[in-house]
């Protein structure tokens, strides 16, 4: 049965500075996950370390709070376990771009299937403002008085080109938008990668809320076709003005799908009481 | 030779087939009724890759091997160069006469035979040189006297499902067996014969039997990145996938394979991940989110050779001290040493029990000597172990202690007598929370509070105050009465086992303390028996003396003697024998 956003919602309430664009995506989640009718004891919530991943606290599903830059293999692991399990996964740029790109590289070529929704504020909120991986060039912070030097990692080309099924940002300045984008993410049967435009307030004062209203354009309103992975990538690099919507989706099996043990149901549901070694020990003899 | 056993040893280059030529006289052997232990040693690369393969046989069990051998079965001259030295008096060299010219000076020595054998040229005749090992095997087991038959069952078994290789081996083995029967009838360095009506056996490796209890135990999901001497788990699990309805998962590094476990044993399958001490390294963080979150984990630690890359293929007990204290914070976890592949087998599957109902990581710390070493044993008695889940309730209970509590969380780190709280899983409705590796309340929630910070950490830790009253301390092994008691963990068991034979008769009393569950230290136990020797020496594969530091630690008490080697190679019954004849 699914929830209604107010049965979501926890009597705790988010610490996220006022006007964080957390709150935005917090509320564009809890509308998305009631709107797809998915149940909350059915949503496993896994995030990272970061201010972002905290949101697991404030949404009534199950949530696992893992290590920074983690949240990717504890979700496949998840996923393994019980595959008809809904998984969500919340990171943010230093903890999914940063710490955790490994993962992410390797998570996208299995292709699970699972929702993978970063908050890009392009800034290290927690630690109190440091350069991210997602830090334009010249970003001045305490760890780069001098302006960053290093390219930014540019996560839709990165989800495009390393195997991710679906590729899609919004923009949490535009919740009805990224809603949209959330809901067609959790219908994806494979990896969503979702990044979101997150202005911090408190530390980025570059890439605010007047600067993506100013620089991005809907990719529903240019007819974009999400099927032409060429027209993605050209969408993708193009940094003057910043696309928001489905870059690019296509239909892949899932890591799962092809699984021979998994077709006998979830993993945790297999009957372990008394599993016979008989066939196990023949080698041996 | 009068006695019935031997020790035999094949070496060559990679790439001769030796594992697979060792692995099959092994079973030759304990298919004839005999007790079988195997060795093999792959030195330095830049030496051409030379492998090595040893396998000693006897009636009684084997529990090591010896570094004395009878047959010497060199597949290339640098062979014999390397290894003459080993042979005791009336031992045979076997080499392949058409390709070696056997300089005179090679094998300084006239108590030890050469005994050339066109290995290569029978091997071609009976269908293709890449059978020179088969041939090579035929030929030493006929230098042992022992029955052909077993030698063909076990080749006909190994290519089952392909009738017309197993007749060519069959009959290259067959041609190596008759041309020493033929040729070298006056030359029998070892005399070894079939005990007629001993039970049946099996022939198995420690991280198989590892993989086994696993198995039993019902783990579903396996993740590792390949590591010597850990990477035959890995092969194991991905061969039995099929069979065990199970996933067996390599991932892009260490950090993943142990995040993927606790992933998928919070949602709960049981799951492991398998690595060796730099593999192991990049866990530490995440065991760490396993001791906080109260996920229950299973990993296996198969030592080798450190620091950093070390010495991948050689043997160690140096990562005692760092499986026991690694991550940062204090949080409870249970560490087993098992002493040989038999115990492999039952502590990793009590481990997965453990790790359930304390709802903690568990360690199981092994080492390349019994990680990919075989013996033999009569088939593990898997019927009687009974899986336990420990404070895993269902959903009905869930729902019941959920409208109990009121709130929005299930309070699944509920304080209770023994620290254990009810579990809940994913999909379960009336279960819902948050596990958080923040210091967290009863639901889950982060919490930084003072009185709950010390609330959390005593329900933490006090679990491991419970486990300790319930595992077992260390045990003796051998006569009641000794002179000298040899204290040692994991491994090292087998060779001290082995040398008893020879403390016997030489009338040396000499006993064992072993111990097996290292972390939380039986401390009173250890103390108790330690009282009760006369005196007594550590053993243990490290160069500080782990063992011998955390006996003191919890006991106070300092060993007469200390015997450590930590140079990669096992210890051996000759090499322990003389180091107690020192002090006895």
Known sequence: ?285 | MAENRVSIKIGGEAGYGIMTAGATLAKSFSRGGLNVHTYSEFPSLIRGGHNTYQICAAPEPVYSHWDKIQVLLALNEETIALHWQELTPGGAVIYDSQKVQLKPDLVRRTDVHVAGVPLEALAEKAGGKIMMNTVSVGAALSMCDFPFEFLESAIRDQFAKRKEIADQNSAAARAGYDHVGQNFSALRPAHVSPVPGAPRRIVIAGNDAVCLGALRAGVKFHAQYPMTPASSMLHFFAAQERNYNMVSKQVEDEIAAINFAIGANFTGARAMAGTSGGGFSLMVEALGMAGMTEVPLVIVEVQRPGPSTGMPTWTDQGDLQFVIHASQGEFPRLVIAPGDQEELFFETFNAFNFAERYQMPVIVLSDKYIAEGMRSYEPFRWQDLKVDRGKLITEGEAQELFKKDGGDWFKRFRFTDDGVSPRTLPGMRGGMFVAATDEHDETGEIVEAADNRKQMMSKRMGKLEVVAKEIPGPKFYGPKEADLTLVCFGSTKGTVLETFKDFERNNLKVNMLHFVYMHPFPAQDAGKKLATCKKWATVEANFTGQLEALIAQHTGKRPAHAFRRWDGRPFSPEWLFSKVEEVL
């Open chain 1, 1 to 285: 049965m699914a929830a209604t956003t107010k049965e979501l919602t926890t009597a705790l309430k988010p610490d996220w500075c006022p006007g964080c664009g957390d709150f935005a995506i917090l509320n564009g989640l809890k509308a998305a996950v009631s709107e797809a009718g998915l149940e909350p004891h059915n949503t496993l919530v896994v995030s990272g370390i970061g201010c972002s991943s905290k949101l697991p606290h404030w949404i009534k599903c199950y949530g696992f709070h893992t290590l920074h830059g983690r949240s990717l293999p504890v979700a496949q692991g998840a996923r393994m376990a019980n595959h008809e399990m809904n998984i969500i996964v919340i990171s943010g740029d230093g903890d999914g771009y940063g710490i955790g790109m490994g993962h992410l590289m390797h998570a996208m070529r299995r292709n699970m299937r699972m929702s993978v929704i970063v908050h890009n504020n392009q800034t290290y909120g927690l630690t109190t403002g440091q350069t991210s991986p997602t830090s334009d060039l010249g970003y001045k912070s305490k760890s780069t008085p001098m302006g960053n030097v290093e390219v930014p990692v540019n996560p839709m080309a990165l989800g495009i080109v390393g195997g991710a099924t679906f590729v899609a940002r919004a923009f949490a300045g535009d919740v009805k938008h990224m809603k949209m984008v959330f809901a067609r993410a959790f219908k994806h049967n494979g990896f969503a990668l979702v990044d979101v435009y997150q202005p911090c307030v408190t530390f980025n004062k570059v890439n605010t809320y007047d600067f993506f209203r100013e620089k991005t354009y809907k990719l529903e309103d240019e007819a974009h076709n999400p099927a032409d992975r060429a027209a993605a990538m050209v969408r993708a690099m193009d940094h003057e003005r910043l696309a928001i919507g489905v870059f690019y989706e296509e239909a892949r099996p899932t890591y799962e799908g092809m699984h021979p043990a998994l077709v006998a149901g979830p993993l945790v549901r297999h009957d372990i009481s008394n599993v016979d070694l008989t066939k196990a020990l023949e080698d041996f003899y």
